[in-house]
């Protein structure tokens, strides 16, 4: 089986690739630091990363983003940081009153093996008014996906995988390495 290194320090994303590639692939996680540009594009973030990092190809890395349509598509590349200073509450508290909770999620996961290759997933939603849900991370517990009325964290990996930005991603990643 063809080997692949998983780079990132976030479990949560990790479990959700060990569960759509671990049959294709031998996945391993790896923490490993890299570079992150400063810029407005997530693509670019993975894009220079990649230049990072070809000492662990085989590899995937991903980076993704939450853009809220009431804050003009806030917190978008800077959600790491809106995540660990402000949190779910922060942002529940910048919309208290607001009509429009309408949400997207966008992945971007960069392939490094002989070539560079880029996959972008993207998943409508929109913010519930209250945290809910124990499965998942970071925004997951105010995340609605279209269609649904339950967030991820109310949802099991597989069935988040099956509407996610990171499982329609990977479904584009596994298509082009296996095909
Ligand atoms: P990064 O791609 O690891 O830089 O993630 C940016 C921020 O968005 C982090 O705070 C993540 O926790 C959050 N994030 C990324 N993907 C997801 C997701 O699938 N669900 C919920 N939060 C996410």
């Not at 269609?147 to 967030?151: A, E, F, H, V």
């Given at each position: 089986m063809k080997k692949l290194n998983v780079i990132t320090s976030n479990q949560g994303k990790y479990e959700e690739y060990k569960d759509m590639l671990a049959d294709s692939f031998s996945v391993s996680m790896k923490k490993v630091h890299y570079h992150e540009i400063q810029t407005d594009r997530l693509k670019d973030v993975v894009v220079h990363a990649l230049d990072d990092l070809v000492d662990h190809a085989p590899l995937i890395i991903d980076d993704s983003g939450l853009f809220i349509d009431a804050l003009n598509d806030f917190p978008g590349v800077y959600s790491a940081y809106v995540m660990r200073t402000l949190g779910c509450g922060g942002i529940l508290k910048l919309l208290e009153g607001e009509k429009d909770r309408g949400a997207r999620f966008e992945c971007m996961i960069g392939l490094l093996e002989e070539d560079k290759k880029i996959f972008k997933g993207v998943c409508k939603g929109s913010i519930s008014h209250e945290i809910r849900g124990e499965h998942g991370f970071g925004y997951d517990p105010i995340f609605v996906p279209s269609?649904?009325?339950?967030?991820f964290a109310e949802m099991k990996t597989d069935q988040k995988n099956e509407l996610s930005h990171r499982g329609k991603a990977m479904k584009q990643l596994l298509e082009y390495t296996l095909s």
């Open positions: 269609g649904y009325d339950i967030t």
